[in-house]
């Protein structure tokens, strides 16, 4: 999240009369930075992880692990101790950014400044991560930890699961059966939005999570720590109406799905063509990177039976209207919205050749004044429909102070920014995938987000999957591969990535030939790397760096109208082929990972760093590790106080996470989840040095 300013939040009914005014201001912004930007050229390879820590504060007498709603007081101590820092070492490396997120129990850092595509800041990553974590654990009392843990366990079970303890009954904002008022970070954007999104949807958000039913789940299960008659909010009825289903685990507030972490990921592109051509690539890449980095089966104090965070997410910040879902006809909602504020891009972006109109198959309802009026700027069909696609929404924060700005200098009705930036609709559209338009007068490129991986329990996870990404990111680039299925595939694939050992024994669409053009060999995917050469290096040299610039391309000339139904192109495979190769014909995305790297002048050594990662996620993809997902999962049903009625109890939540944290430091093993060459961070659980 961005910076945040202080000011006064409209209530809904108040913020809603200024809908039209900053959807038709963020266009025009919009529109500023687009004649400014649009030919934008040349920018380099930067690229930076975010990652997402709740604070676990132990209390190993009563054999509790709680959240620790200090964030403000942490946050404040940790600026001051990078201000110092910052003094004390100008010329050393960048202090890392520790910023606020929705849940008052979690902190998010960033890299102080953005990684190039030098090599020795591809092996920075790691150290950095570690080094962000070491900070911020550091400034921690001597029980509390800042983990990279997915979902919470016990939010909103029966009993304490914060430090310190509030009841739910305070729960003003969003009216939760479960979760106090306090488990909310107290800016007033993040009550606002809870609020916001609770009035305009007309009831609270309501999510149904399948139970993992065990020998002792009974059956059919009706959840007994639902307050099922409480009576002190108008909504409290909700859920015995028919808003907690049976065999469900219910949750009923925007902080089940904003509190829990991820790892997300910014790459800026060389221009706004290849930011689109890296979007598109990336997107079939969502699903896929969900369902191996699956590490949330728990909820509420049970077992799931699906793996990820996802449509928890989803649902929990919903605010469409019932019109809007489609439960009754269109009156005061003028349009029928698919999906929430929260989920899967719906629209492929580029202008290439290879994105043939079939794949945008999902219906895309979108404003067509908007669409209009940005046509007649001058804009692409598919640019214009994707703004006016996000612009369905309604701002839902709007703070009395900043609803007159000035167009031409702010983007902030557009998105967060600059720390006045607020009622903005891209900010609070969440989607897979983000398409980052450069801040005006920022010297900023454009730039993709990635944003759909569960965060890992160690940094040398989190670094191996940012690896990853990068790589393959420019392996789509440098290779042109193409990976286009239809889009709505690519969703069925986000709802199948959620489900339990989604990774080990689930199939997902994909497309079988992601080559551009006619292979002269067959063997290896190494051998697709004559189809161009990067344009900021010399041709036929290996390079030194990641490339950024690489040129499109050009269409076949025959044969573009006799290419085969898209239904053809793709076929269903599992993890193991996705990520490995199948049949000889598909190389599988590791393997073009390797060929990329292969276009690299690496030493040896620097080579052998880089294979570590790529095996952690070799071996998670053909099941020789477990997920984060599975690996709890085992925790929990093989501890002893585990009654195999799909209960997570406190003291099994304890035991967790101490294990998790254990596990961080290097001090236990975990050899059926991570490799040997696994060493930990610091083994000390109290005071840390860095
Ligand atoms: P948001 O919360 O809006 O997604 P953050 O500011 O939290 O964004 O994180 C953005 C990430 O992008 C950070 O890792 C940062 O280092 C990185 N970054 C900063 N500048 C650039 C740039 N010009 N291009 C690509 N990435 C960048
Ligand atoms: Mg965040
Ligand atoms: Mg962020
Ligand atoms: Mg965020
Ligand atoms: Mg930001
Ligand atoms: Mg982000």
């Not at 040896?604 to 099941?623: A, F, T």
């Amino acid at each position: 999240m961005g910076l945040l300013y202080l000011g006064t939040p409209l209530v809904w009914d108040e913020a809603k009369k200024y809908a039209d005014h900053v959807r038709t201001h963020g266009i025009t912004q919009f529109l500023h930075i687009w004649d400014q930007l649009k030919d934008r050229q040349g920018d380099e390879l930067l690229w930076g992880d975010e990652i997402e820590y709740m604070v676990v504060s132990f209390d190993d007498k009563e054999k509790n692990a709680k959240l620790s709603l200090r964030q403000t007081e942490i946050l404040a101590k940790l600026s001051a101790i990078v201000e110092d820092i910052s003094a004390d070492c100008p010329k050393s490396i960048a202090v890392p950014k520790f910023h606020p997120e929705y849940g008052r129990y979690m902190l998010e850092s960033t890299p102080g400044a953005p990684y190039t595509g030098a090599i020795p800041d591809l092996l920075s990553v790691e150290s950095n991560m570690r080094y962000r974590r070491n900070l911020a654990r550091k400034h921690l009392k001597p029980n509390e930890v800042p983990m990279t843990f997915t979902s919470f366990p016990r939010l909103g079970a029966p009993g304490q699961f914060t430090e310190p303890y509030f009841d739910p009954s305070d729960a003003v904002s969003s009216h939760s059966l479960f979760l106090p008022e306090e488990i909310t970070n107290p800016h007033a954007r993040f009550p606002t939005l809870t609020a916001n999104i609770r009035r305009r949807r007309g009831s609270k958000v309501a999510i149904n999570l399948p139970i993992f039913v065990d020998d002792n789940t009974p059956h059919p299960f009706i959840d007994p720590t639902i307050p099922w008659d409480r009576n002190l909010y108008p909504e409290d009825p909700e859920a015995k109406q028919g808003a907690a289903l049976p065999d469900h685990i219910y949750l009923d507030a925007m902080g089940f799905g904003m509190g829990c972490c991820c790892l997300q990921l910014t790459f800026q592109a060389c221009n706004v063509k290849d930011a689109r051509r890296m979007y598109d690539g990336l997107i079939p890449i969502g699903p896929i990177l969900l369902a191996l980095t699956a590490a949330s089966p728990l909820y509420r104090g049970y077992l799931a039976d699906v793996d990820c965070r996802w449509n928890v997410i989803a649902g929990s910040v919903d605010d469409r209207t019932e019109e809007e879902r489609g439960l009754k006809p269109l009156k005061e909602s003028r349009f029928r919205i698919p999906k929430s504020r929260y989920d899967s891009v719906d629209l492929y972006l580029s202008e290439d050749w290879m994105n043939r109109p079939e794949y945008n198959d999902n219906p895309l309802p979108y404003d067509e004044g908007i669409y209009d009026r940005l046509r007649k700027h001058g804009l692409d069909d598919l640019l214009s429909k994707h703004i006016s696609h996000l612009f369905i929404r309604d701002p839902l924060v709007i703070f009395s102070e900043t609803i007159d700005q000035d167009d031409t200098s702010s983007s902030d009705h557009f998105e967060v920014n600059t720390a006045s930036a607020l009622q903005n609709i891209q900010s609070t559209n969440w989607q897979t995938l983000r398409f980052k338009p450069p801040p005006p007068n920022s010297g900023i490129g454009w730039r993709v987000e990635f944003r759909s991986m569960e965060v890992q329990m160690t940094d040398f996870e989190n670094a191996a999957f940012a690896v990853f990404i990068v790589l393959l990111s420019r392996a789509i680039l440098s290779f042109n591969l193409n990976f286009y299925i239809p889009i709505s595939k690519v969703d069925v694939n986000m709802g199948r990535a959620q489900k339990r050992g989604a990774s080990t024994s689930g199939k997902f669409y994909f497309r079988k030939d992601v080559y551009t053009t006619p292979r002269s060999g067959t063997s290896s995917a190494a051998s697709t790397s004559g189809t161009s050469s990067p344009v900021d290096g010399s041709p036929g040299k290996k390079e030194k760096k990641l490339g950024n610039c690489f040129p499109p391309v050009p269409p076949p000339e025959t044969g573009l109208d006799n290419r085969p139904p898209v239904d053809e192109e793709y076929e269903e495979m599992t993890m193991k082929e996705i990520m490995n190769g199948k049949d000889g014909n598909f190389p599988g995305l590791l393997p073009l990972v390797d060929a990329y790297l292969d276009t690299l002048d690496l030493e040896p050594p620097h080579k052998e760093r880089i294979q570590k990662y790529l095996d952690l996620i070799r071996r998670r993809s053909d099941g020789r590790l477990l997920t984060a997902a599975a690996w709890i999962r085992n925790f929990v049903t093989s501890h002893t106080d585990y009654k195999k009625d799909s209960v997570v109890s406190q003291i099994i939540n304890y035991d967790l996470l101490v294990a998790v944290d254990e596990i961080e430091r290097g001090v236990r093993t975990a050899p059926d989840f991570l490799p040997a060459c696994y060493e930990g961070g610091n083994k000390d659980r109290g005071s840390i040095g860095l």
